[in-house]
């Protein structure tokens, strides 16, 4: 291993690394690293999936690899934790803050909630215009994180990324 | 215990994959945009937990094989999945009828599994237990509308129930495998849960104006192998590039 970087040095490094679906978020804010663990010439680094069949796990892992790469370290091993299992209580209030200003509504409750099983969906602001007037339109949207929203006011559809 | 953990192992995941396979047959053919969104995204998340659950079975059997293998190298009467998953979609009411009386079933088979004496088997269960929430709030929606929808809808979706329920009796099937599972805290006794899932199905279907079936007949057979007609196409169809082009790398 050709660097001298630590295990907090690496896991700030990779908070470079951008969610492939949102952008705007890390890897670290979304809570998806967990752990990054340096043993001989070992580099270990721990991710969790936000949904089980997440498709952007790969690229994640990937590009781990690559940054990792960049810096002289090539012998990595990406471990898939499901255990706790994640949740949007991890997401941090500033990466919600930078969901909302790229249009997405941040989930705004604790983990699911037993609405879910009633059916009922919830008043959510939309993230354009602010107004509390819109609906669901689908509880599933263009990822697993995500539900379709639109706003009754400013008539724009938007995501809303659901609580898990 | 790992022969018999490696079963239970198969059966919970070929029963995600083939249910899984079948709602992304509607991918692109959905009756709204919303919906094909929908099926596909809940496809994604019971491929993701049979990608789970087949990739620790490969390593509790010890013998070499990755997740790949035993989903597209095994044959028809190696897999263990439940009768209702390999069921064809037919109309939309087949699909939501079929979708949910198994997503009633996982939920409350999750929510067992959640305390698995087995680690991997509960943090697996307290993942997925989650997303199938949200599938069975979509479902139960669906059967609330169809059921109590127009004159066609209604009695769709009561001809797609009487056509599935013979394949309910084999989601509480149980053998050896069951028992000595149970005994060590690992699997699920699946009695405890049938009231449950009579329970939560009739009230739904009950609101939803439609009927209870009443067809004496029951049909069993995934915990050996033996499946419907239908099982063959789908693996076939599933299975084919893997066989054809061994080893193949994107």
Known sequence: MNSTLNQEQIFKLLSEIPDPEIPVINIIELGILREVKLENDLCTVVITP????????KVIEDDIKIKLKEIGIENV??????????????????????????????????????????????DLKC???GSKNTEMISQFGSTACKALYRCLDCKEPFDYFKCL | MEQAKFEYLLRLADSSLIIGHRLSEWCGHGPVLEEDIALTNIALDFVGNAT??????????????????LAY???????????????????YAHTIARQFLYDVYTFFLYEEL???????????????????????????????????GTAESHERLQNALNGLWPFTSDLFDMDGTDALLIKEGVAVDLNKIKEQWEKR???????????????????KGSRDGKHTEHLGFLLAEMQYVHRAYPGAKW
């Open chain 1, 50 to 57: 936000t949904y089980t069949g997440c498709p952007a796990m």
């Open chain 1, 77 to 122: 091993k990406v471990e898939l934790v499901y255990t706790p299992a994640w949740t949007t209580d991890w997401i941090s209030d500033t990466a919600k803050e930078k969901l909302r200003a790229y249009g997405i509504a941040p989930p705004d409750y604790s983990s699911i909630d037993k609405a879910v099983l009633l059916g009922k969906a919830r």
């Open chain 1, 127 to 129: 993230p354009l215009c």
């Open chain 2, 52 to 69: 789970a659950l087949y990739t620790y079975a490969a390593q509790v059997e010890g013998k070499g094989r990755t997740e790949d293998d």
């Open chain 2, 73 to 91: 190298l095994r044959n028809e009467r190696e897999y263990r999945n439940l009768l209702l998953t390999e069921q064809p979609n037919g109309d």
């Open chain 2, 114 to 148: 959640k305390n698995s004496k087995d680690e991997t088997i509960a943090a697996i269960a307290a993942k997925s237990h989650k997303e199938i929430t949200y599938h069975l709030r979509h479902t139960t929606g669906w059967i609330y509308r169809l059921g109590d």
């Open chain 2, 201 to 219: 199905v009739k009230e739904v279907i009950t609101e939803a104006t439609l009927q209870i079936p009443s067809t004496p007949f029951k049909q």
